[in-house]
C-alpha cells in the first residue's frame, strides 16, 4: 500500500471566470463578482479516475493522507473513496491560506507520504514545494487560472493515469521548473515570471505539461502582416459577427496593427473591426451572447504547452463554449510558436466538451494569410 498526500487549495482558480486573472489577494473581489470554487471539482474528478483505475486494479491500493473538509476529504469522499481510507492530517479554519497548504503538506510528510498530490495553480505549488523541499515528488492537479510550472499534469484524469503509473513503478522522477507570475502586474498588463524553485516530479512528457515557453513573436514581423491582413478581411466579411478575442501577444499583436484597442491578458469582444467590450468576464460574455449570439472565439496556444483552452483564459467557460460551439473556435499561432509546440491541448472542466474537442484529432491553425495548417489536439 502506499500512502499518498492529497492537498486541495479550495480558492484556486476563482479568479478565472470573473476576469481576475489570478486569485491571490484577489478572494473577496472574487466572491462580490459572482466567483464559484473550482479546485473542489477538479479534485474531485481525479478522484473518480483514479477509482476506476483501482477497480480494474486491485494493486492501486491508497492510504489518502488528506486535508481535512475542502482541502482533501470532501473531493475524495464525494468521489466515493470510503472514509477508512482517509487518513485527515490537518483540519483548516473555513478560510484557508497558504499556511493551510504549508501545514497539511507538512503533515503528510511527517505521516509518511510517498508522493503529494495537490490541486492549484502556480502560487499553491510554490506553497507546496517550500513545505516539501525535495524530499518527495509532487505533482500538480490544474485549477489555478495560471499554471507555468513544469509539475501539472494536463487534466485531472492524466493525474490519475500518473498516480497509477507511479504506483506501478513505470515512470521515472525529475526535477521540474516552479515559475509564477507576479499577478498585481498581471492585472495592469505585465508579463513578469519568474522562477521560484525546482521540484522533483513525474516525468511523463505527454501528460505532464513542459513550464510554458515564452516565444519571441517580434522577429516575424511578416508572418504578423500577413495574419493581419487575413483578420482584417475576417471582420470586413463578418461584420455582424462577435469576435471573442483570447490572451496573448500574438492576438494582442494582430488587434495593434488593425487598430484595435486589445488587453494583453484579458478577453476583448470585437464587432466589425471595433473593440465592443474590454476584458469581460464570464458573465459579460454570456451577456453579449445573448444580443450577438453568432459568435466566433480566436484564441492562440500556449508557448510549448499547447493548451487552448484552460489556461488563462477560463472566461471562456464550458457555458461559453457551448453557446459559441465549438467549431467556431479559430486557432491562430506564428509558424515558429506552432513549430515549439507538439500538440494541442484542452482542459476546459467538462470531460465531454473536452472530448468534443479531442475526437477532432486535428485542428486547423491559422498561420499566415489564408494559410492553415493541421495540427493534433489532445485532451
Known sequence: MRRIGFVV????????????????????????AGAEPVAGDRARAFAEAFLRFSWEDPALDVDWLAGGDRMGEIPL????????????????????????????VENTIARGADLILFCGGDGTARDVASAVQDRVPILGI????KMHSGLFAVSPSAAARLLAAFMRSELRIGAAEILDLDEDAYRKGEWRVRLFATAKTLVEPHLVSAGKLMVEELSEESVRAELTEHFSELFSENPDTLFLLGPGSTLQ?????????????GVD???????????VNEAKILEL?????????????????????????????????????????????????????????????????????????????????????LHPIQG
Open 289 to 373: 451572447l445573448n444580443r450577438r449570439p453568432k459568435a466566433k472565439l480566436v484564441v492562440s496556444p500556449i508557448g510549448a504547452q499547447g493548451f487552448i483552452l484552460g489556461r488563462g483564459n477560463l472566461q471562456v467557460s464550458p457555458a461559453v463554449l457551448r453557446r459559441i460551439g465549438v467549431g467556431n473556435v479559430i486557432v491562430v499561432a506564428t509558424p515558429g510558436k506552432l513549430a515549439a509546440t507538439p500538440v494541442l491541448r484542452v482542459d476546459t472542466g467538462d470531460p465531454e466538451l473536452d472530448q468534443a474537442f479531442v475526437r477532432r484529432e486535428y485542428l486547423f491553425v491559422i498561420v499566415g494569410y489564408r494559410t492553415s495548417k
Open 77 to 104: 469522499r464525494t468521489a466515493g473513496i470510503p472514509g477508512s481510507r482517509i487518513d485527515v492530517v490537518h483540519k483548516p479554519l473555513p478560510t484557508t491560506t497558504a499556511g493551510d497548504t504549508v501545514h497539511a
Open 253 to 265: 499583436g494582430i488587434a495593434s496593427s488593425l487598430g484595435i484597442e486589445k488587453t494583453l491578458l
Open 269 to 279: 469582444a470585437v464587432l466589425a473591426g471595433k473593440t465592443l467590450a474590454a476584458d
Open 9 to 32: 487549495n479550495p480558492i484556486a482558480g476563482m479568479g478565472g471566470r470573473v476576469g481576475l486573472k489570478g486569485t491571490d489577494g484577489v478572494v473577496e473581489q472574487a466572491l462580490a
Open 142 to 145: 490544474p485549477a489555478g487560472v
